[in-house]
């Protein structure tokens, strides 16, 4: 059973930081895509960030440019995504996602997390 846990979600401030992370289990993670999705209130869930295995390509949704950063860290499976100057825009559910493949610039997981909540405050 594969089991994605995220952590570090809570309320920041417009212009701050947030560091999220998801521990994952259940399979060796080392080889497969790893990422973030988002789901802000009464929108559909929307890419955010993607990784390969090897941490040698990042792929980033065009409005997180510049301010957050994805990173993995496979001795100990876990995914990050450090969050710079926030936006209330922000705010969202943040979900981690694995395994599937990235397809023209468009990463399609097999496996999600149940989520963490982000508040940007302005």
């Known amino acids: 059973q594969v089991q994605l846990v995220e952590s570090g979600g809570g309320l920041g401030q417009a212009g701050g930081s947030l560091r999220l992370s998801c521990a994952a289990s259940?399979?060796?993670?080392?080889?497969?895509?790893m990422g973030w999705f988002r789901q802000a209130p009464g929108k559909e869930r929307e890419f955010v960030a993607a990784?390969?295995?090897?941490?040698?390509?990042?792929y980033y949704q065009d409005s997180v440019k510049g301010r957050f950063t994805i990173s993995r860290d496979n001795a100990k499976d876990t995914l990050y995504l450090q969050m710079n100057s926030l936006k209330p825009e922000d705010t969202a559910v943040y979900y981690c996602a694995t395994g599937g493949a990235i397809r023209s610039g468009t990463y399609y997981p097999t496996w999600w997390g149940q989520g963490t909540q982000v508040t940007v405050s302005s």
């Open positions: 259940g399979r060796t993670f080392s080889s497969s895509v």
């Open positions: 990784i390969n295995w090897s941490g040698s390509s990042t």
